[in-house]
């Protein structure tokens, strides 16, 4: 089966210069690239469940919620790309895990590289998942009578900030699929923390039907902060305490859990 | 062209040595999986480290490749010292971990297009040189599936190839057969000797005694953590003794009254075959196994076949450890 005259052959082939830490991450993000080629289905998995809930609760609920599903989609829209980018940043953290659980990532640390491209190349990834799926949502919406009225500025600044959300939230699961070996038991996990966040949030409904307790915690959710600076984002009228507000949870996660990744990467 | 020039000797004595480590320790919890172990590999060898499941080779594997800190002990790679220069030591190095290190999502050729990058060939260089990898090891027709449609004989292949992007220095092996078939196998045993003929240094783990009996210049036999022997096959093989006996029987239904008996005359644990009916035991002398045998005879225990010999690697393995090896092994590669 092998051919062993140019195996030898192959030996004496010289050593190539070795790369830069950027050339190293822009391969990793090649690699996720390449992904969406080969794994097309994971983009329906990233779409379906947020554009199910954009039919739903706009056309089951809106009515009731907001008078008519025309101005519930109104306020409905910027909040669901919320959730689809949160949702979303639960792919990175299992996609880490598998490839740990393979022991790919034994021969990435095994190679003279950059040690955190790898990473890069998550990241690289992930913001590829949320620009697709975001334009998806946003492009149903606007086919359903969606309008920005802050414009093509204000859809790329919400764009923008989707970004910034997804790049925080995915390092909770870059952490976790470190900890953890099995792909689904960080899904689990993910959801399991996701879903009280994203639900008792300002997403859905305003939080002034709530019950005193359940408003005081919608409040101070970094997803209603979120919500909040997308909508002010793509609606117009956004503030600047609003977008800060918006960003201290993203900010606050990659401060705290970007140093703990590479400790975490670098201990095993 | 070389930044770290992995392949230059040097200027210590020792210059010869691909791997020398000293009193490695490693602890997970309370369990010393490596527990001070030290290894001297020459280059251009092949080397085997055997032992049992959980002797702690891939422990002993994991430290020598960087990608777990000895907590005690110190080893070079290639020249380059692990704890000071583990980045030097990674560029003289490749490593097949026990599964397959493989992206099962990308073609044959993305993967190693991918590592050929990593390692620094840029645009067509790293196509040149994937196409050129896949073609040695087989692997042409298959470039363009994705490896989750490998067969296990082939990601092994994929999994050698994309070690082999750089020549290595040092190429760790870890258990490079486990799981294939026999065929397979056989393959990966040529590529090994074909790759050492090509000069490189490889260091592999096995629990098949067989393949450290057929591949290894060299072999450590390792358990819980320490090594108990080291030397070429036949020196293991003198040093447990030259005086085995080897019995089969007729009936199979006798095998347990048969190994007691053995056990009885010549006070020594005895193996059993993988086939289950034969027994090896050690007699020491001839007088001993003669006075074993009557005694067999005496019992009614009808013979179909006896010997006296050197043991095979498996029963050395078995008088160092104590226990049979896990891996299969055959009967068949007695000398």
Redesign the interface.
Same mark, same amino acid.
């Not at chain 1, 089966?1 to 062993?4: A, L, W």
């Not at chain 1, 082939?13 to 790369?19: D, G, I, Q, W």
């Not at chain 1, 034994?106 to 590289?113: A, N, Q, V």
């Not at chain 2, 003929?197 to 490189?200: D, I, K, L, Q």
């Given at each position: 089966? +092998?051919?062993?005259t140019? *195996?030898?052959r *192959?030996?004496r082939?010289?050593?190539?210069?070795?790369?830069s830490a950027l050339?190293?991450a822009l391969?990793f993000g090649? #690699?996720a690239v390449?992904?969406f080629k080969?794994?097309p289905e994971q983009l329906f998995d990233l779409v379906m469940t947020p554009i199910m809930f954009t039919l739903l609760f706009t056309f089951v609920f809106g009515g009731a919620l907001a008078g008519s599903p025309g101005e519930y989609l109104q306020f409905f829209l910027p909040g669901i790309l919320v959730q689809t980018v949160v949702f979303n940043a639960v792919y990175s953290g299992m996609g880490l895990s598998t490839?740990l659980d393979?022991?790919?990532f034994? #021969?990435? #640390?095994?190679?003279? +590289?950059w040690s955190l491209s790898p990473f890069a190349g998550l990241m690289v990834g992930d913001i590829l998942r949320h620009l697709i799926a975001a334009s998806i949502i946003l492009t149903i919406g606007l086919i359903l009578g969606y309008r920005p009225e802050a414009g093509t500025l204000g859809v790329l600044a919400a764009f923008a900030m989707l970004i910034t959300i997804g790049f925080g939230m995915g390092w909770v699961f870059i952490v976790l699929g470190l900890l953890i070996r099995t792909p689904t038991t960080v899904m689990t996990l993910g959801f399991t923390f996701l879903f009280p966040l994203v639900f008792a949030s300002n997403i859905m409904v305003d939080p002034g039907t709530m019950p005193d307790w359940l408003r005081a915690f919608v409040e101070v959710n970094p997803v209603s902060l979120m919500t909040t600076a997308l909508r002010g984002l793509m609606g117009g009228g956004a503030t600047l305490s609003q977008v800060v507000l918006a960003l201290i949870a993203p900010v606050a996660l990659t401060a705290i859990l970007a140093p703990t990744t590479l400790w975490l990467y670098l201990r #095993? | 062209?070389? &930044? =770290?020039s992995p392949m230059g000797l040097p200027a210590t004595g020792l210059a010869q040595s691909a791997i020398s480590a000293r009193g490695l320790v490693k602890t997970f919890g309370k369990l010393r999986a490596v527990d001070g172990i030290d290894l001297d590999v020459p280059r251009g060898m092949i080397f085997a480290i055997l032992g049992p499941n959980g002797a702690g080779k891939t422990t002993l594997m994991?430290m020598l490749? =960087?990608?777990?800190r000895p907590d005690a002990g110190s080893a070079t790679v290639m020249g380059h010292d692990l704890v000071q220069a583990p980045?030097?030591v990674?560029?003289a190095?490749?490593?097949t971990? %026990?599964?397959?290190?493989?992206?099962?999502? @990308? =073609?044959g050729r993305?993967n190693l297009v991918? @590592?050929a990058? @990593?390692? !620094?060939?840029?645009g067509r260089?790293a196509k040149a040189?994937a196409d &050129?990898?896949l073609?040695?090891?087989?692997l042409s027709e298959a470039a363009t599936k %994705?490896v989750r449609d490998y067969s296990g004989g082939m990601r092994r292949?994929l999994d050698i190839a994309?070690s082999?992007i750089? =020549?290595p220095g040092v190429l760790f092996l870890d258990e490079p057969t486990t799981g294939l078939d026999p065929n397979a196998r056989k &393959?990966v045993w !040529?590529?090994i000797r074909?790759?050492a003929?090509? !000069?490189?240094t490889i260091l592999l783990t096995t629990q098949y005694l067989e393949e450290a009996d057929q591949l290894a210049a060299r072999i450590a036999v390792i358990d819980h953590g320490r090594k108990i022997a080291e030397g070429t096959s036949r020196e293991l093989k003198a040093a447990t003794g030259s005086g085995f006996l080897h019995v089969a029987l007729a009936d199979v239904a006798r095998l347990d009254q048969a190994a007691a008996i053995l056990e009885r005359r010549l006070e020594h644990p005895v193996q059993r075959s993988a086939e289950g009916a034969e027994l090896s035991v050690l007699a020491g002398t001839a007088k001993a196994a003669n006075e074993a045998l009557a005694d067999l005879v005496a019992a009614g225990i009808e013979l179909s076949d006896f010997s006296m010999g050197q043991p095979s690697l498996e029963e050395v393995f078995f008088a160092l450890t104590g226990q049979p090896s896990l891996g299969e092994s055959r009967k068949d590669d007695k000398p």
């Open positions: 089966m +092998i051919d062993t140019s *195996l030898q *192959l030996q082939v010289a050593r190539p210069r070795t790369p050339s190293n391969v090649w #690699r390449l992904k080969h794994v490839d393979k022991g790919l034994d #021969r990435f #640390r095994s190679l003279p +590289i #095993r | 062209m070389n &930044d =770290t994991r490749s =960087t990608l777990s980045h030097e990674r560029a190095i490749a490593m971990g %026990q599964f397959a290190s493989l992206d099962e999502d @990308l =073609t993305e991918l @590592l990058r @990593l390692w !620094g060939f840029r260089a040189r &050129d990898l073609a040695a090891f087989g %994705q292949r994309a082999l750089v =020549t &393959d !040529g590529m074909g790759l003929e090509a !000069g490189v």
